[in-house]
C-alpha cells in the first residue's frame, strides 16, 4: 500500500482577488491531499491507468511537490484457484458479467453487437426471428438497413468457425439458434 502526500495547488485566479485569500509566501506549508492506493506487486501487469498514476507522483515527488510513504501491506496466505470446468471442443461459453466468450476453452474476441446477438439468440433457442425483430432487440431501433443483420451474422459465423453450427439461416424469414449449437451462457 502507498501513501501519498500531495500539497493541494490553486490556480493564480483563485488565490487573488477580491473576497479571495491572499498568496501564502512561498515555503509555507499549505494543505495537503492524502491518497492512498494498492499497487500489486506481482501477478497481473499494471493497467495503463495505474501505470500513468504512478508517472504523474514521480514527477510530483522529482519537483519536490509532494511524498511518497510506502507501506506493505500484509500479503494474506494464497488460496488455491478453482480451475474453470473444462470446455469441450465446440462448445461455446458466454459469460454475461464479463463479456467474454470461449470456443473450446480458447478466447473468442467478438464486438459488442455480435456478442449481444450471440446472447440474444441464445437466450431464445429454436426461435425465429426477422432482421427487423433482431434490430430492435439486439441494436435497439429498427430504422436501419436489415441487411446490417446478415453482416454481423457472416461476421460472427466467420470468427466462431465454419466447423460449428452457430446460427441457422430461415430462408424468406430471419435466424436462429443452431439446433445443434453448443452455447452455454453463465452470469459469472
Known sequence: ?????????RHPQQLTGPGRAPRRPAGTPGPA????????????????????LLEVV??????GEGTVTITPTPV??????????????GQIR??????????????????RLEFDLLVFLAENP???FTRLQLLG???????????????????????????VPLVTTVYGIGYRLADD????????
Do not use: N
Not at 1 to 9: D, G, K, L
Not at 58 to 63: K, Q
Not at 81 to 89: F, K, N, T
Open 137 to 163: 432487440a439486439v441494436w435497439g431501433y429498427e430504422h436501419a438497413v436489415a441487411r446490417t443483420v446478415d453482416v454481423h451474422v457472416r461476421r460472427l459465423r466467420a470468427k466462431i468457425g465454419d466447423g
Open 58 to 63: 514521480r514527477d510530483l515527488v522529482d519537483r
Open 33 to 52: 491531499l492524502t491518497v492512498t492506493f494498492t499497487v500489486p506487486l506481482a501477478g497481473e501487469s499494471m493497467s495503463p491507468h495505474a501505470f500513468r
Open 181 to 188: 449449437a453448443r452455447v452455454e451462457l453463465v452470469d459469472a
Open 94 to 111: 458466454l459469460s454475461r458479467a464479463s463479456r467474454t466468450v470461449t470456443l473450446g476453452g480458447a478466447p473468442v474476441d467478438l464486438t
Open 76 to 89: 494474506a496466505p494464497a488460496e488455491p484457484l478453482a480451475l474453470p470446468a473444462a470446455q469441450e471442443p
Open 126 to 128: 429454436r426461435r425465429v
Open 1 to 9: 500500500m502507498s501513501v501519498i502526500a500531495i500539497p493541494q495547488r
